[in-house]
């Protein structure tokens, strides 16, 4: 077992460490909640306030040309797209992941006339399943085919329209086989769209090398780009020239400016767009991404992996009465691990009191996110001991940690 003088040495040799001086982070916090909210960028701060005094202060209207604020979603989707292993053109940064998802979902049925099947699995991430409940409200005749994870090729057919799926698992970390999956689509005449909240930033993902149809994700977890940050999708090249986007908003039109009373679709994965982009959103979400430069993803991934195995190795080893809530093989699952205990919610929020940051999911899951760029081995090794601590002591069973709040 690694001692805190092992991990000491290991972030002195860690590639990555540098980055994590690019992020500003309160002292005395351990925080492995990036799956669910980044940390701050210290280069967001003042590209926020160019944005406000500057751009929208003194130069007013103007903006949208003089600062390039109209390219936003597409600059933003660019430097997102070599995240996912997605081309130039194929993803733009906009509205949430389940705006996103309603307008791809709607698509794909559009894109496959005759077909009225949707498959997913159930436990899905809520907003994932909640946005395909409300398509099939809304158009009458579509069929939600929801079944079990190890079922999932065996419900593909002829008449599915599309497989919907999140890649990496929100609750349990678990990674899909995207390639064989969306192969599996293909072969039935099916498109692919997937969910990448858990997984943009965190693993090297290869859209592209995968042969998705179409993707969505998160701007605010591990891409670090603020609470409520504006998503992102991706619409592969061969499927661009024909998508129809449900919700056919004027930035999405060929020619916004041009103020005509009938909807032309814009070139390209422009056509995904709806409404006036969120500038302020997207300014902090572009300097963001510049975290990410230079960065080797296998590297990330690497760090990743090693960081949730000790984790597990020293929580396992030192805390009794908790259950495993994930793979025990760091290849198997993405950027977290999760542990069960029936009082797993009292013990977070020690866990939080104590300066370690993580999160609850119901019924009993403790979440804990591990963000390569700045959660260093000593971070892991201290949370754990904090941790074991708590457990020693009973700390938890404090009434103060059993009164919920509104957000776990």
Known sequence: MLSRNDCLELDARDPLAARREMFDLPAGVIYLDGNSLGALPRNVRPRLEAAVQNEWGRDLIKSWNTADWINLPSRVGDRIARLIGAGAGEVIAADSTSVNLFKLAAGALKARPGRKVIVTEPGNFPTDLYILQGLRALLGDVELRVVERADLAGALDENVALLLLTHVHYKTGAIHNMAALTAAAHAVGALALWDLSHSAGALAV????????????????????????????????????????PLTGWMGHAAPFAFGDDYTPAPGVLRGLCGTPAVLGLSALEASLEAFDGVDMDQVRAKSMALGDLFLDLVLEHCEGFGLGCSRDAAARGSQVALTHESGYAIMQALIARGVIGDFRAPDVLRFGFTPLYVRYVDVWDAADILSDIMARGEWRQARYHEVSAVT
């Open 206 to 245: 290869d859209l592209n090398g995968c042969g998705a149809d179409l993707a969505v994700g998160c701007g605010y977890k591990y891409l670090n780009g603020g609470p409520g940050a504006p998503a992102f999708l991706f619409i592969a090249k061969h499927l661009q020239a024909d998508f129809q986007t």
